[in-house]
């Protein structure tokens, strides 16, 4: 995902992913950046955050990440009523005959495409 402007600081979600650990979900390797006009006792941009969920919420993530080896998927952080709020997802990643089929797709294409542009 893109950067996102969240404040004065940037955000990155570009490598940031759920982790359940002892019945909490916390947030890893999402980067936001140290505020400029802080002094010594800024935070540190790349730290784990623990988010909150209700006890429903975080029972049905971690069912899902420990049965089917899902991971947990930041899709974008918001503010709300002064609150920031971050949207999450389970996603499963592809097993090998999609990745080659997805291949054999893109090679096609390429294919087609370098065919069309000779012909003019």
């Known amino acids: 995902m ?42 540190e941009p790349k730290r784990p955050r623990k988010l909150l969920l209700h006890a429903s919420e975080v029972a049905k993530l971690t069912e899902e990440v420990r049965s089917g080896g899902a991971t947990v998927i930041p899709l974008k952080i918001y503010f709300k009523h002064g609150l920031a709020k971050c949207l999450l997802t389970v996603g499963k990643g592809k097993k090998q005959h999609d990745k080659r089929h997805d291949l054999k797709e893109r090679d096609a294409k390429r294919e087609i495409s370098r065919a069309l542009s000779r012909r003019r």
Do not use: P
């Open 2 to 43: 893109a950067t996102n402007q969240v404040g004065d600081g940037k955000l990155s979600l570009d490598d940031a992913y759920g982790r359940v650990k002892a019945e909490e979900v916390w947030l890893m390797g999402c980067e936001i950046a140290e505020y400029v006009e802080a002094n010594r006792f800024n935070h």
